[in-house]
């Protein structure tokens, strides 16, 4: 099989994908209040940059969030019935006019989701363990006036109408499958996983940007091999990255054309990196499997048994390879073109 992977040198607020062209979206925006954020905030919204000037945090933060409010109404017009909205996003810490706050983020996008027309569903804390010596502020250790270290973000999830209707006994929907104890394992509400290093330029450098793993498991949860995963704020395309690994397409869009340019380094050996992950998976559901007398189904296509009869035919993809050129994209333009060729694991 083949798929496509696009993006578009632009602003996503002004994407304009055709209506219900995408199955899947899964992004993390810049966060209102971070301060490595400001700038791009307030180049692009004169009332945050009041607002930060004159010392008025609630204001900046309401204004910020102004800012992003037209990109969730391109995802919830972008999405096809029942598809799913997966924004990972972290609240805020700082002080602003001597005043120290948090500012919630995850509840200002989720609100601004719901104006959209989307409907939440229970999401996921993802916890990113922080190990510095200086994690604890406030007061040392005298109370009353330290506070709790934010050592979490928000994977916040929405869904357009009711859920997605199939054919029955689709064949991409049985080989998407992901194995029982993957379920139990992704769709818990509280997932650890460290954060990726991530250096976007010279001021902006995050050490806990979201790992390849993170957007990899929700497009395997929310979506089918072939299926449309659409970034709104592409950033590095991790996102793209994890749509590779899965066997369905993308498309982003990304202001800063300097990242979008420096993408072939990360997808450079794909094909052997995909294989090895792919066959990873396997292993580790045999090793899972091994020595157990309460599964009664046996994988169609590998030599180990599964627990239901949903997961016989699962038949993970690998990248075979990935060639430049101009996908068939929802996009309007595209900046940068990716095609990957597919091919199922041996294992």
């Keep these: 099989m083949e798929t496509g992977h696009a993006v578009r040198v632009g602003d ?6 055709p209506p219900e062209s995408v199955e899947l979206v899964v992004t993390s925006p810049p966060y209102p209040m971070i301060e490595m954020w400001d700038d791009v905030f307030r180049a692009q919204s004169a009332d945050a940059d009041a607002a930060l000037a004159a010392g008025d945090g609630p204001a900046a933060f309401e204004a910020m ?3 992003l409010a037209p990109v969730w109404e391109q995802v919830a017009r972008a999405l096809v019935p029942g598809g799913i909205a997966c924004v990972n996003v972290g609240d ?4 602003v006019g001597g005043e120290f706050g948090l500012y919630p983020n995850h509840v200002a996008v989720a609100r601004r989701l719901r104006a959209a027309g989307l409907r939440q569903l229970p999401g996921v804390l993802w916890r990113k363990p922080v190990n ?11 109370p009353p006036n330290a506070y709790p270290t934010l050592e979490h973000e928000h994977v916040l999830v929405f869904r357009k109408g009711g859920t997605r209707r199939l054919p029955a006994g689709d064949d991409a929907r049985y080989e998407s499958a992901y194995f029982w104890e993957e379920r139990n394992r992704w769709f818990s509400d509280l997932w650890e996983l460290a954060g990726a290093s991530q250096s976007i330029d010279a001021s902006r450098d995050r050490s806990g940007a979201f790992p390849v793993e993170l957007p990899l498991r929700l497009v ?12 709104p704020f592409w950033g590095t395309g991790t996102t793209t990255l994890a749509a590779m690994l899965a066997a369905r397409g993308s498309v982003g869009h990304e202001i800063d054309d300097r990242l979008v340019d420096r993408f072939p380094d990360r997808i450079e050996g794909l ?3 995909s294989r090895e992950r792919a066959r990873e998976r396997l292993a580790d559901h045999a090793d899972w499997a091994a020595g157990r007398d ?13 627990m239901t009869r949903q997961e016989r035919r699962i ?3 690998r990248v075979t390879d990935v060639e430049k050129g101009t996908p068939e994209t929802p996009l309007s333009a595209v900046t940068a073109g990716y095609r990957c060729t597919h091919a199922p694991v041996d294992f």
């Design 315 to 317: 038949r993970p993809r």
């Design 294 to 306: 309460d599964l009664e189904y046996a994988a169609e296509q590998y030599d180990f048994p599964v």
């Design 132 to 142: 510095r010596a200086t994690k604890f502020m406030g007061s040392g250790m005298l």
């Design 92 to 95: 805020a810490t700082r002080s």
């Design 271 to 273: 094909p052997g990196r």
């Design 220 to 231: 395997r949860m929310f979506s089918l091999q072939g299926d449309t995963v659409w970034d």
């Design 12 to 17: 996503a607020r002004e994407a304009a994908l």
């Design 65 to 67: 969030h102004e800012l």
